[in-house]
């Protein structure tokens, strides 16, 4: 997959000089050597422990199988209690090797594909033109509604030290044959399994040699390759558990809600398939407090987003509710993926430019309207997007977690220099905007959804790296 940057050595002295040892430096030496026969192990559990007292925010790394870092590293304090679980963590962390993976065992690089830069290509980039893909939502289509320059697709993401493997869509094809790759979540997963499915039909060009259906409440969306007899899929599941928003077409809930344990109220819609790829943030982020419902929806006429209910709820922290359904998706993946044969992946949250304040921009209501250019600042973080919620998703992976094989795509930080390829008010509008609006484009801009062909084409050539390359 990776092609190393070739490394700096230093030049060697053209004179050896031999030294003799003085009868103190040897018997210092062989001190030592005894020393570390008899308390090697000791020596090395007490490093080991100093270690787990600063713990870094680092995915893909030591709480993901297979993965590499991501280039987000955040101080957090260790519980009392982390020294004394480690040993059970490490009995229980998931070791096969991972399906589909075409590098060999003794490959022993590391690349943290993550953590990088954008490099401008005009040669090779878009990976697809717009018009060639009939299966981009006019709400991402933004060249058809009136962009007028295209820079936001000519951008290349070049990881430090090492190079991604070219997509090539006949090869993924010929990996899934006979297999389900399947996206669950929420808009966002929506544009993902989009690109994909644009990405894939340079190894499908005939219309006859694929179908795309969609089910009448929207929910499940199926891309089949017919040659192949593979499927690429999207369910709509915004929170995975059951919710109030699970209607595909009609979700504008205020009063948003979970049931606790109903991962299965979805999940049966999820079984047997090869590939699976989650995602879900955005919805959760409505306040410092999120509602979790402990009995079953009262649906009344069936349309499955009424906030009506007689079950008792709870009010808990945004990212206690976001665990417990992380939680609750891994124990899934434990019940239904048998982790020699199929892959779990999880996309990292998708952030917003909708505070221009944040990359020093204009104030009184700027957002990513009219912006072309990317954010420069490597640091950048940006207000919308909660560390807390990365947090969240640590603990688990390091903790219950850790016997899944999840791969987790931290698109995040990329994701947050590219203020540049959001949709904005290049898209088909739900409702006309107003005369009011069209004064003000900032008003009515879309900052959360991206264009395609562009960067959502990233996330998928990074979750090709992944599958293949782990």
Not at 229 to 258: C, G, K
Not at 296 to 322: H, K, L
Not at 370 to 398: F, K
Request: charged share 20%.
């Amino acid at each position: 997959m990776k092609v190393p940057l070739p490394p700096l050595h230093s030049p060697s002295s053209p004179v050896a000089k031999k030294a003799r040892l003085s009868p103190f430096v040897l018997l210092l030496l062989l001190f030592l050597l005894l020393f570390s026969f008899l308390y090697g192990e000791d020596l090395r559990e007490l490093v080991g422990r100093q270690a787990q007292a600063r713990p870094l925010l680092q995915f893909n790394a030591a709480n993901v199988v297979g993965g590499d870092g991501n280039g987000i590293e955040m101080p957090a304090t260790a519980a009392p209690e982390v020294v004394e679980e480690e040993e059970v963590r490490k009995t229980k962390r998931w070791r096969g090797r991972l399906p589909f993976a075409a590098n060999g065992d003794d490959e022993d690089e590391e690349c943290d594909v993550f953590s990088g830069s954008w490099v401008r290509d005009e040669e090779a980039r878009p990976l697809y033109r717009e018009a060639d893909c009939p299966y981009i939502p006019p709400q991402l289509t933004c060249e058809a509604h009136g962009r007028p320059e295209t820079a936001y697709q000519r951008w290349r993401w070049q990881p430090h030290g090492c190079t991604l493997p070219a997509f090539d869509a006949a090869a993924m094809l010929e990996a899934l044959r006979g297999k389900r790759v399947m996206f669950v979540g929420d808009s966002l997963g929506r544009g993902q399994f989009t690109s994909l499915v644009c990405l894939l039909l340079a190894a499908v060009p005939d219309p006859a040699a694929r179908s795309f259906d969609m089910s009448p409440d929207q929910q499940h969306s199926v891309f089949t390759a017919v040659e192949y007899n593979a499927t690429v899929e999207f369910y709509w599941a915004p929170f995975l558990l059951q919710s109030n928003a699970d209607n595909a077409a009609v979700h504008r809930i205020s009063d948003r809600m979970v049931r606790r344990g109903s991962i299965a109220h979805h999940g049966r819609h999820w079984e047997g398939v090869d590939v699976i790829v989650f995602n879900t943030y955005l919805w959760w982020c409505t306040g410092l407090q999120f509602r979790i419902l402990d009995g079953p929806f009262d649906v009344g006429s069936g349309s499955g987003n009424t906030s009506e209910t007689t079950a008792t709820s709870t009010w808990v922290s945004t990212e206690e509710a976001y665990a417990m359904a992380f939680r609750e998706m891994l124990q899934w993946a434990r019940e239904y993926m048998d982790f020699d044969r199929t892959r779990v992946f999880f996309t990292s949250m998708s952030p917003t430019h909708g505070k221009s304040q944040d990359w020093g921009g204009a104030g009184n209501g700027g957002n990513c309207y009219g912006e072309t250019e990317m954010i420069g600042d490597p640091a950048y973080w940006g207000s919308d997007s909660r560390r807390s919620v990365m947090r969240a998703i640590r603990d688990v992976l390091d903790g219950d977690g850790a016997d899944v094989p999840l791969t987790f795509l931290n698109v995040t930080q990329l994701s947050l220099y590219r203020k540049d390829a959001h949709t904005s008010v290049y898209k088909k509008q739900w409702t006309p905007p107003t005369p009011e609006q069209l004064a003000d484009p900032r008003s009515y801009a879309d900052c959360v959804h991206w264009c395609l062909p562009g960067l959502q084409d990233t996330w998928n050539e990074l979750l090709y790296a992944k599958l293949f390359y782990p």
